[in-house]
T-cell receptor
Framework: GIQVEQSPPDLILQEGANSTLRCNFS?????LQWFHQNPWGQLINLFY???GTKQNGRLSATTVATERYSLLYISSSQTTDPGVYFC????????????FGDGTTLTVKP | ETGVTQTPRHLVMGMTNKKSLKCEQH?????MYWYKQSAKKPLELMFV???????ENNSVPSRFSPECPNSSHLFLHLHTLQPEDSALYLC??????????????FGQGTRLTVV
């Protein structure tokens, strides 16, 4: 099956710092989503981004489908940002069935 | 009211018990999903329902039995579980699983502990 690799696995940021999270995938995908799982387990939709670039406040994402990767940018990190950031991809041949990466665990120090 | 609601939020059950997890979506979506998230592991897709019909069973043991009476409700019936089944169970829904809009929205999850 498709391989989804996220890096880094763990990230510690000073409050106010910027960072980039990466998601590599091994096959052509139909769709890609970025999620934030908060400390209570809730998965929050960040971006639905099969290709191109989107921005939402301090977050932005870029997916280059032809090169099989996506990036999530976090700017001016805040103490509300901690949790696990997941990338989930859906194969062209397997619509509706997403494969999740292992996630990046973010800690923000005040 | 959130788009996808799961109950209960927490559940502790013995290995001989029978319990059910419930999921309800208020988004008008046509597909619903069950995922399992064990500690230190990524989310694993368990079941997919598309217009109330099961389209995916990802080699899930028969002690997990899904039910989808309509496009808005999804249940996961549990019986004779094992301690290794303890995990966070997440429900999701999407508009069109057939290649159109497959953006998934998740419920808050049920944290299950099997003792």
């Amino acid at each position: 099956g498709i391989q989804v690799e996220q890096s880094p696995p763990d990230l510690i940021l000073q409050e106010g710092a910027n960072s980039t999270l990466r998601c590599n995938f091994s096959d052509s995908v139909n769709n890609l989503q970025w999620f934030h799982q908060n400390p209570w387990g809730q998965l929050i939709n960040l971006f639905y981004i099969p290709s191109g670039t989107k921005q939402n406040g301090r977050l932005s994402a870029t997916t280059v489908a032809t090169e099989r990767y996506s990036l999530l940018y976090i700017s001016s990190s805040q103490t509300t940002d901690p949790g696990v950031y997941f990338c989930a991809v859906e194969l062209n041949t397997n619509a509706g069935k997403s494969t999740f990466g292992d996630g990046t665990t973010l800690t923000v120090k005040p | 009211e959130t788009g996808v609601t799961q109950t209960p939020r927490h559940l502790v059950m013995g290995m001989t018990n029978k319990k059910s997890l419930k999921c309800e979506q208020h988004l008008g979506h046509n597909a619903m999903y069950w995922y399992k998230q064990s500690a230190k592991k990524p989310l694993e897709l368990m079941f997919v329902y598309n217009f109330k019909e099961q389209t995916e069973n990802n080699s899930v043991p028969s002690r997990f039995s899904p039910e989808c009476p309509n496009s808005s409700h999804l249940f996961l019936h549990l019986h004779t579980l094992q301690p290794e089944d303890s995990a966070l169970y997440l429900c999701a829904s999407s508009q069109d699983p057939g290649g159109g809009n497959t953006e998934a929205f998740f419920g808050q999850g049920t944290r299950l502990t099997v003792v």
